[in-house]
């Protein structure tokens, strides 16, 4: 089975240009997540789809970044216009819908490093 | 929100033991989890230990929780220089919308 995969795994951009990573969750997880590694800091969530529904968008830092999932497979999430604070490792992950029997388990992607200069 | 902490660094020699420490604040959590991140890699699903359990043993890895005072630690037996990452101790907040990390504690493993 394939796992969590993102695109592209790194991205080089210049302040103010936009960017869009992708994320294609595990066939059949219904939750979907991303998450963001700055400076080696800790790993800070953004936000949570369920299916197609943000479930709950609260880590969002502002409105210059947009999160998509239609039809509820792949995610996208852009940034624009980008900022040199926005330089991180964005992490995507899946889990299947059901609770509490440690299905809710979060399976990770490889991440995207994101650099703006 | 939930605050994990973990130490940042931990270097021990192969062969040897490696203790990796995590605390946490406000967690009614059913389970608690750690990830490794290998260098140029994701985050890879290494253990998670149920709440109402103490220790959990997998091969030469074991997970103690102490609940009482909120510390999650990971022991790895017989330390090898393929075990040198990053851990990173994980615990879902409420409804498991989503893991609050710790900043991560590289492993560095001495031949």
């Known amino acids: 089975e394939a796992g969590v995969t993102q695109f592209p795994s790194h991205s080089v951009i210049e302040k103010g240009q936009t960017v869009t990573l992708r994320c294609d969750p595990i066939?059949?997880?219904?939750?979907l997540y991303w998450y963001r590694r700055v400076m080696g800091k800790e790993i800070k969530f953004l936000l949570h789809f369920v299916k197609e529904s943000k479930q709950d968008e609260s880590g969002m830092p502002n409105n210059r970044f947009l999160a998509e999932r239609t039809g509820g497979t792949y995610s996208t999430l852009k940034v624009q216009p980008a900022e040199l604070e926005d330089s991180g490792v964005y992490f995507c992950?899946?889990?299947?819908?059901?609770?509490?029997?440690?299905?809710?388990?979060?399976?990770f992607g490889p991440g995207t490093r994101l650099t703006v200069l | 929100g939930e605050d994990v902490e973990q130490s940042l660094f931990l270097s021990v020699r192969e062969g040897d033991s490696s203790v990796i420490n995590c605390t946490y604040t406000d967690s009614s959590s059913t389970y608690l989890y750690w990830y490794k991140q290998e260098p140029g890699a994701g985050l890879q699903l290494l253990t998670y230990?149920?709440?109402?359990?103490d220790m959990k043993q997998d091969q030469r890895l074991t997970v103690l929780l102490n609940k009482k005072d909120k510390h999650l630690s990971l022991r790895i037996a017989d330390t090898q220089t393929g075990d040198s990452a990053i851990y990173f101790c994980a615990v879902p907040g409420n409804n498991f919308n989503k893991f609050y990390f710790g900043s991560g504690t590289k492993l560095n493993v001495k031949p």
């Open positions: 230990i149920f709440s109402n359990m």
């Open positions: 066939s059949g997880h219904d939750n």
């Open positions: 992950a899946s889990s299947q819908l059901g609770l509490p029997t440690g299905t809710d388990t979060q399976y």
